[in-house]
């Protein structure tokens, strides 16, 4: 039955606009989403289709990548990049943390800032906060990107920028897809590499922060701890 025929009440957007988001399911926001169905199935027959290939899961909704979702019958390049869109919003909002005069002197700051942007990712990403002598934040920025298990950072851009920036310390963070933050050999490495690059130019690296599913790594604390 389409959707146009339901009572008004009923219908996803005019529940939204009378009682508000909050008020909707997981299935009616994506349906929202997802804007009409196909010939054989209503918008909110296809965003249960598309929950149910995920296994009713949000998060690994947000982990898709478009080729995953075109395989869904009825879901088109238009309605997966939608999805895609509205997630990556999300994950942007729930980072914005306002960067004036944000003084660093925590991981679990840096958690905060990035891990909305970092948890999901299905592939790894290396990003570096630039701090001043104070410890407040410069800026920040996406140095790398790469596959399922690990990324390659370019030191002596890093140490670029921070030069540039005329940054007194910088933080690395970077995400684990398989959830779990605890370092490998590789990170150990280029953390002590980056480190000693940075000596050089009287730069401090004041952290490297490993973000998984719920838990972060500090190379700073030596530890592993929830967020």
Known sequence: MSIKTWDEEERPREKLMEQGPSSLTNTELLAILLRSGTSRQSAI?????????????LTTLAQAVPGQLTRIEGVGPAKATAILAAFELSRRLAAEI??????IRTPETVVRMLAPRLRDLPHEECWVVYLNRQGKLIGKEKVSSGGMSATIIDIKIIVKKAVER??????????????NPQPGGQDRTQTEALRKAAAVFD???TDHVIIGRKKYFSFCDGAESRY
């Open 45 to 57: 027959d296809l965003a249960r289709s598309v929950l149910a290939a995920c296994q009713g899961s």
């Open 98 to 103: 306002p960067d004036d005069d944000l003084t």
């Open 166 to 179: 005329l940054a007194s310390a910088l933080i690395l963070v970077h995400n684990h897809p398989s959830g």
């Open 203 to 205: 730069i401090a690296l």
